[in-house]
């Protein structure tokens, strides 16, 4: 990347007739601005190209999430600490002009520093100083590519408890690995006593103290909180006694690993344990314990309390 736009293009472009050498220090902010936006997408255009062929309108896709004002405004502030006494001028100037374009679906912020961070590549490109440029570029490009994976997981996140609610409203859906638990002190305690929740249902404008008390606790272990109408929580109630509030926990219960072993014998199997730890998110553990039940495992061991599970 750097050895194109630095050594590689840039003497070549200068043979061309009419090209002029321009002094940076005698353009405007937006005229920086103009030649670093032409730069950058440049850079970001080579680098998705890199990637693999792709049609047309997918690199463009994945260009513009790298082109778009927030992006840029989101790597300056990674690269502003990096920035000396010069190029901190040069972005103020470029982030401090006004401009006559329209921030189209972008906020004044980030536009404005977008124009800044423009102006600032603009500067150095037309300054020769092409190492200095496409250090500050990796450092804004790492902080960014970060940015959207944490973006591109919680969106996954999101999609899977979506289809995890929606399976919730299926008739038949099956709860036999699931335990029931109704009524305000019954699920207020599960939570205090560890119990690994999974899903909670609470009536759906109920705000009195007890309730939000257990809507903080399914926040804190992040258990998947369902706000239902009276009529879903007495479908899914048991004991028709559930107090506006019904929870959805692991019906496996604690023992030894002896237990286990004992179980293994029985069988006449080898011994067959699953040993877990670091495990933060309930419906990961539901999902492995689930999965090792079904795969013929004699138990499963989780850090709780001193206890195996």
């Not at 190029?87 to 982030?95: I, L, N, P």
């Not at 912020?109 to 500050?136: K, N, V």
């Not at 309730?211 to 706000?227: G, M, P, Q, S, Y």
């Amino acid at each position: 990347m750097e050895k194109s736009v630095g050594t590689g293009l840039e003497p070549f472009i200068r043979k061309i007739p009419g090209m002029k050498q321009i002094d940076p220090k005698q353009c405007s902010p937006l005229v920086l601005a103009y030649v670093g936006d032409c730069v950058f997408d440049l850079i970001v255009k080579t680098m998705v190209v890199g990637r693999g062929n792709r049609p047309v309108h997918r690199l463009h896709e994945e260009t513009s999430r790298y082109v778009q004002a927030s992006a840029q405004s989101y790597m300056m502030r990674f690269m502003q600490e990096h920035l000396n006494e010069e190029e901190h001028a040069v972005y103020r100037r470029g982030r401090n002009a006004r401009s006559v374009s329209p921030a189209k679906n972008q906020s004044i912020t980030d536009y404005r520093r977008a124009t800044g961070f423009e102006a600032l590549i603009g500067h150095l490109y037309l300054s020769e100083e092409y190492e200095r440029l496409t250090e500050l570029v990796t450092i804004g490009l790492e902080a960014w590519k970060k940015n959207l994976i944490q973006k591109e997981m919680k969106e996954q996140r999101m999609r899977e408890n979506s289809r995890y609610h929606e399976a919730e409203n299926h008739t038949g859906q099956d709860n036999s690995h699931t335990l029931v638990i109704e009524g305000r002190n019954a699920v207020l305690e599960a939570f205090r006593s560890g119990k690994p929740i999974d899903k909670v249902f609470v009536l759906d404008g109920c705000q009195d103290g007890p309730v939000r008390t257990i809507v903080r606790e399914a926040k804190k272990h992040d258990a998947l909180l369902n706000f239902v109408t009276k009529e879903r929580l007495s479908q899914i109630s048991e004991t028709g006694k559930h107090q506006g509030v019904v929870a959805y926990a692991a019906a496996y219960e604690y023992s030894t690993v002896d237990d286990m072993l004992a179980l293994a014998e029985e069988r006449g199997e080898d011994p067959f344990i699953l040993i877990l730890d670091n495990i933060e998110d309930p419906h990961n553990l539901g999902a492995i314990i689930r999965t090792a039940n079904l795969a013929g495992a004699h138990g499963v061991i989780i850090p709780k309390d001193g206890q195996s599970g």
